[in-house]
Every structure is written in structure tokens, then in C-alpha cells.
């Protein structure tokens, strides 16, 4: 077969320039192989991994190394010193509360309680000698102090008549100046004459009061009745004395200052005081019944105390005995505690580090006390996970001391609000039970899990599936499983779950093949 040559490419091998035509095809045979290499498709199938998502049993936990802790882990030691007398148990046996360990000797200390018991014993009869009963002079004296108290009283209530008759005269003189003041010389109602005309009537109705109330005290001088009038007697004066004083000044106006003579204005002064001396006189009435009804009150309050005990006095003194007397007492008693140690509650003794005859010294630890039966585990959370635990969710404990094969189930009981610091790491502490646990025992490590969060049949992917982009999430679904090529779709995730899955909410079906890794 014949193969026709271009004439083009004739004339690059037969042309006049033909070396210059060899060095310009060559150069563009490279760029032909460079504009291939860039712009041809690109095969990615050895630069992906991919998988499907699928329907899965999700579950997100918190893990966390922490140590078996008995609800009572007590360091017990002597608060004094001194030669060990007894030692009451030993490790392995079980206590209960107020059940005494070991002893001191204390045969000084039971001496001197004994004392202080004693010492006690006499105060206290003292003061209940003094509590049978107050002699007669005295219970004398307290009843003649009210006595007097009740018969001031009643002098005062007497004479109160007087002094609220001479406040009801003032009021009635300063009635009747009032009325001549304003028929003589405030004939027309004016502006002017309708203050003097309301004073006027104001002091007409307190008139009236006072008359009817004054009346009804003198038929029936009730101590209750002459203190409501002596309270309105002070009120009346107060108003009264006011509305003098209003006439008065319009006494001055311009329009009837020439009018009036200077006797009628010196009337209205003289009033105005007399009206005060009535005012000063029902106060002090109204004071003197105040302090003369507190005296007597004093008066009974002592006869009381003075009918049902002694003096208080001696009272004083005898109580001041017995609460000396029992001072001693409780600090004996405290020094002997002090040589004692007690089980503060109910736990097995799990260790004995004093023995008898050897020298006790304050503090020292002699005696751990914990309650085996009752044991928790406790762990430190970090700050990244503790928002995600709860009281009451679910743990899975393995125990170095019994194995990686061997499970067993808790709760979370609490989680401590205050944080602690480990190594530049805010930690929390989180305690789960522990029940029917054989074989286990208090400082053994503990491995918990803590079940957070939990679905089932969830439609999830690698967490490496996902990608964020502009605070949205997608994942790159394939389109041709041989080349590789593939879409973005927008996601909504859910349960950060255990083994690097993340649960999808929306945007992706179950069976779809995605990229779970890329190569960059």
C-alpha cells in the first residue's frame, strides 16, 4: 500500500531548511504530549478508597481508668499520747459504730472525770436549792412595787379629767373668737373670708367631737375611753391651733389689715398660745400615762420573777457554777476520748499498724477502717467528654486484677461540679457503682466505659467521609465505580459514634458507594 505524504511535511524533510523544520517538529510533538498529559482525563482509581453506607448498631463512649473506693475509707489514730493498753481487733474484722478498737491507758484521765463529775454534781444542787423558792420579804417588795406602780396609775388617770377639760376650753374659746373674727369683720366669702369661714367650721365640728367624747369619759371614766380622748384632744389642738393661725394671718391681707384692730389680732395671739400650753399639757398627760403603764409592767414582770425563782442575782451565780462545773466535765471527758479510738460507722478493719505497749503518738495512724461491702469506682473524666455523661448511663467495668475478659455492669452515680487539674488537664470526677462485684477490693483499677449515646439500625459512614466546607458538610458520592468519578452532597450528621463512624441524618440513602479517603 502507498502511503501519500503530506506536502507540508515534504517540504520539512526536502526544504531548503530542513535541519531548522526537524528542531521545530520535534518541539511540537512535546508540546502535544504536555497538552495531552494535562488536559486528558484523569484516572483516579489508584488514589481513592471507597465504601458504602450502611445501616449500623451505633455507639458512642467515654473511657476512663480509675480505682475501686469503698464508701467508708477512714485513717483512724489517737488524739493523745501515751502507752497502748489494748488493741480491741484485727484486720479482717468487721466493726460497728461507737464499738471501741483500742485504748490508752487512762487510768489519770478516768480520775480526773471523775473529779469534774463530782464537782458538778454539788453546782447543781445548789442551784436547784435555790430554784425551790424566793423568801417572803422579797416576794413583799415586789408586790408593793406594783402596788405603788397601780396606784400612780390610777392618780394619773384621775386627774387626767382636768387636764382634758382646760383642752376642751381652749378649743371652745378659740370656736367663739373664731365666729366673732369672721362676723365682724369677714362679712362676705371672699377669697379672704372662705379661709376664715373653713377654719372657723373646722374648729365648729372639733367643738362638738370634743364636748361628746368629754361627756361619755366623765359617765364612764374607763381608763381605754380617757386614752382614745387624750390621743384626740392632741389631734384637735394640732388642727385647731392651725386654723387660729389661718385667721390670723388673714387677719393682715391687704383688703382688711385696716379694717381690724390690733386688740382682735393680740386676741388671736393670745389664743394661739393658749392653745399650745393645752397642747404641751395633754402631751405630757399622754407621756406620763406611757411611762407610768411600762413602770407597772416592770413592776409585774419582777414580782413574777421574783414569786417563781430567787434573785436572779444568785441565780446568776449558781448557774455560772454549774456551767463551769460542766466545762470541766467535758474537757475531762475529751482527754479520755482522746485515748480512745471508736469506730466512727459500721466497716471491716483492713488494717492494724499500732500494737499493745508500744508508744501511741498523736495522729499517728493506727487503724484503717473501710466498708468492703459497699465500694464505688472513681475516675477522672476530661473536659472534652464530661459534658456527655450523665447520672444514671450505663458502664462496662473490665478490672486489671481479674482480667480483659471479664465484664461487668454499673451506673453513673455522680459527677463532681468542681474540677481538679492533672497535668494541665481539667479533669472531673465521675463515680459509678459497683454492685454484686466478687473479688474485687478497694485501690484494684477499674477500666470503665461509659455508654453515652446509642442507636440502632442508624444509617452511617467513616467519619473520613466527611468533609467540611464553608460550615456545611458533605460527602463525595460516587457516580462510576470504574473511573472514580464522583458528586458532592450536602449531609446533616448525628451521633459521633465509637470506631470513627458518624451517623447521617440526611442527604445520603442506604447502599451508596462514597469515598472515604482521598489521597491529596
Same mark, same amino acid.
Given at each position: 500500500?502507498?502511503?501519500?505524504?503530506?506536502?507540508?511535511?515534504?517540504?520539512?524533510?526536502?526544504?531548503?531548511?530542513?535541519?531548522?523544520?526537524?528542531?521545530?517538529?520535534?518541539?511540537?510533538?512535546?508540546?502535544?504530549?504536555?497538552?495531552?498529559?494535562?488536559?486528558?482525563?484523569?484516572?483516579?482509581?489508584?488514589?481513592?478508597?471507597?465504601?458504602?453506607?450502611?445501616?449500623?448498631?451505633?455507639?458512642?463512649?467515654? #473511657?476512663?481508668?480509675?480505682?475501686? *473506693?469503698?464508701?467508708?475509707?477512714?485513717?483512724?489514730?489517737?488524739?493523745?499520747?501515751?502507752?497502748?493498753?489494748?488493741?480491741?481487733?484485727?484486720?479482717?474484722?468487721?466493726?460497728?459504730?461507737?464499738?471501741?478498737?483500742?485504748?490508752?491507758?487512762?487510768?489519770?484521765?478516768?480520775?480526773?472525770?471523775?473529779?469534774?463529775?463530782?464537782?458538778?454534781?454539788?453546782?447543781?444542787?445548789?442551784?436547784?436549792?435555790?430554784?425551790?423558792?424566793?423568801?417572803?420579804?422579797?416576794?413583799?417588795?415586789?408586790?408593793?412595787?406594783?402596788?405603788?406602780?397601780?396606784?400612780?396609775?390610777?392618780?394619773?388617770?384621775?386627774?387626767?379629767?382636768?387636764?382634758?377639760?382646760?383642752?376642751?376650753?381652749?378649743?371652745?374659746?378659740?370656736?367663739?373668737?373664731?365666729?366673732?373674727?369672721?362676723?365682724?369683720?369677714?362679712?362676705?366669702?371672699?377669697?379672704?373670708?372662705?379661709?376664715?369661714?373653713?377654719?372657723?367650721?373646722?374648729?365648729?365640728?372639733?367643738?362638738?367631737?370634743?364636748?361628746?367624747?368629754?361627756?361619755?369619759?366623765? *359617765?364612764?371614766?374607763?381608763?381605754?375611753?380617757?386614752?382614745?380622748?387624750?390621743?384626740?384632744?392632741?389631734?384637735?389642738?394640732?388642727?385647731?391651733?392651725?386654723?387660729?393661725?389661718?385667721?390670723? *394671718?388673714?387677719?393682715?391681707?391687704?383688703?382688711?389689715?385696716?379694717?381690724?384692730?390690733?386688740?382682735?389680732?393680740?386676741?388671736?395671739?393670745?389664743?394661739?398660745?393658749?392653745?399650745?400650753?393645752?397642747?404641751?399639757?395633754?402631751?405630757?398627760?399622754?407621756?406620763?400615762?406611757?411611762?407610768?403603764? #411600762?413602770?407597772?409592767?416592770?413592776?409585774?414582770?419582777?414580782?413574777?420573777?421574783?414569786?417563781?425563782?430567787?434573785?436572779?442575782?444568785?441565780?446568776?451565780?449558781?448557774?455560772?457554777?454549774?456551767?463551769?462545773?460542766?466545762?470541766?466535765?467535758?474537757?475531762?471527758?475529751?482527754?479520755?476520748?482522746?485515748?480512745?479510738?471508736?469506730?466512727?460507722?459500721?466497716?471491716?478493719?483492713?488494717?492494724?499498724?499500732?500494737?499493745?505497749?508500744?508508744?501511741?503518738?498523736?495522729?499517728?495512724?493506727?487503724?484503717?477502717?473501710?466498708?468492703?461491702?459497699?465500694?464505688?469506682?472513681?475516675?477522672?473524666?476530661?473536659?472534652?467528654?464530661?459534658?456527655?455523661?450523665?447520672?444514671?448511663?450505663?458502664?462496662?467495668?473490665?478490672?486489671?486484677?481479674?482480667?480483659?475478659?471479664?465484664?461487668?455492669?454499673?451506673?453513673?452515680?455522680?459527677?463532681?461540679?468542681?474540677?481538679?487539674?492533672?497535668?494541665?488537664?481539667?479533669?472531673?470526677?465521675?463515680?459509678?457503682?459497683?454492685?454484686?462485684?466478687?473479688?474485687?477490693?478497694?485501690?484494684?483499677?477499674?477500666?470503665?466505659?461509659?455508654?453515652?449515646?446509642?442507636?440502632?439500625?442508624?444509617?452511617?459512614?467513616?467519619?473520613?467521609?466527611?468533609?467540611?466546607?464553608?460550615?456545611?458538610?458533605?460527602?463525595?458520592?460516587?457516580?462510576?465505580?470504574?473511573?472514580?468519578?464522583?458528586?458532592?452532597?450536602?449531609?446533616?450528621?448525628?451521633?459521633?459514634?465509637?470506631?470513627?463512624?458518624?451517623?447521617?441524618?440526611?442527604?445520603?440513602?442506604?447502599?451508596?458507594?462514597?469515598?472515604?479517603?482521598?489521597?491529596?
Amino acid at each position: 500500500m502507498k502511503i501519500k505524504v503530506p506536502n507540508f511535511l515534504k517540504n520539512i524533510f526536502t526544504g531548503k531548511h530542513k535541519k531548522r523544520n526537524i528542531w521545530l517538529t520535534i518541539i511540537l510533538v512535546i508540546v502535544i504530549i504536555i497538552g495531552f498529559l494535562v488536559f486528558s482525563p484523569k484516572n483516579n482509581t489508584g488514589s481513592i478508597q471507597t465504601g458504602f453506607v450502611a445501616k449500623q448498631n451505633l455507639q458512642e463512649t467515654v #473511657l476512663s481508668t480509675g480505682q475501686v *473506693v469503698s464508701s467508708t475509707d477512714l485513717s483512724l489514730s489517737f488524739q493523745g499520747s501515751g502507752v497502748v493498753k489494748k488493741v480491741s481487733v484485727k484486720e479482717g474484722d468487721k466493726v460497728t459504730q461507737g464499738q471501741v478498737l483500742a485504748t490508752l491507758d487512762a487510768a489519770s484521765a478516768y480520775a480526773t472525770l471523775t473529779s469534774a463529775s463530782g464537782s458538778l454534781m454539788q453546782a447543781q444542787a445548789n442551784y436547784d436549792k435555790l430554784l425551790a423558792g424566793a423568801s417572803r420579804p422579797t416576794v413583799q417588795v415586789s408586790q408593793d412595787a406594783v402596788n405603788s406602780s397601780k396606784q400612780d396609775i390610777t392618780n394619773a388617770y384621775n386627774g387626767a379629767i382636768n387636764t382634758l377639760n382646760i383642752g376642751y376650753t381652749a378649743v371652745y374659746i378659740a370656736d367663739f373668737l373664731a365666729k366673732s373674727t369672721e362676723d365682724a369683720y369677714f362679712p362676705t366669702y371672699d377669697l379672704v373670708g372662705l379661709e376664715v369661714r373653713n377654719a372657723k367650721l373646722e374648729i365648729d365640728g372639733i367643738v362638738q367631737n370634743i364636748k361628746s367624747s368629754l361627756d361619755a369619759v366623765k *359617765v364612764n371614766p374607763m381608763q381605754q375611753g380617757i386614752d382614745a380622748l387624750v390621743s384626740q384632744e392632741i389631734i384637735a389642738l394640732n388642727t385647731t391651733y392651725n386654723d387660729i393661725n389661718v385667721i390670723r *394671718v388673714q387677719t393682715d391681707a391687704d383688703t382688711y389689715s385696716s379694717r381690724i384692730p390690733d386688740l382682735q389680732r393680740t386676741a388671736l395671739d393670745a389664743q394661739k398660745a393658749s392653745i399650745s400650753s393645752a397642747l404641751l399639757g395633754a402631751t405630757s398627760l399622754q407621756q406620763n400615762l406611757a411611762s407610768l403603764k #411600762l413602770a407597772l409592767q416592770r413592776a409585774e414582770d419582777q414580782l413574777s420573777v421574783t414569786t417563781a425563782v430567787p434573785t436572779q442575782a444568785d441565780l446568776d451565780l449558781a448557774a455560772g457554777q454549774v456551767l463551769s462545773a460542766q466545762g470541766q466535765v467535758n474537757a475531762a471527758q475529751a482527754v479520755l476520748n482522746n485515748l480512745i479510738i471508736k469506730a466512727p460507722a459500721d466497716g471491716t478493719i483492713t488494717q492494724v499498724d499500732v500494737k499493745v505497749g508500744e508508744l501511741a503518738t498523736p495522729s499517728k495512724e493506727a487503724i484503717i477502717l473501710q466498708d468492703v461491702g459497699s465500694l464505688h469506682a472513681e475516675a477522672n473524666v476530661s473536659e472534652a467528654n464530661v459534658a456527655t455523661i450523665q447520672v444514671g448511663q450505663p458502664i462496662d467495668y473490665t478490672f486489671d486484677a481479674l482480667g480483659p475478659d471479664q465484664h461487668f455492669s454499673g451506673t453513673v452515680l455522680t459527677i463532681n461540679p468542681a474540677s481538679t487539674v492533672i497535668s494541665g488537664v481539667v479533669d472531673y470526677l465521675v463515680k459509678g457503682s459497683l454492685d454484686n462485684i466478687p473479688n474485687i477490693r478497694p485501690g484494684m483499677t477499674a477500666n470503665m466505659t461509659i455508654l453515652v449515646a446509642k442507636k440502632d439500625n442508624a444509617l452511617a459512614v467513616p467519619s473520613t467521609a466527611v468533609i467540611n466546607k464553608n460550615n456545611k458538610q458533605y460527602v463525595r458520592v460516587i457516580d462510576n465505580h470504574n473511573k472514580k468519578t464522583y458528586h458532592e452532597v450536602q449531609v446533616q450528621t448525628g451521633l459521633q459514634a465509637d470506631g470513627g463512624l458518624i451517623e447521617i441524618t440526611s442527604g445520603l440513602n442506604d447502599g451508596q458507594e462514597i469515598i472515604i479517603y482521598m489521597k491529596s
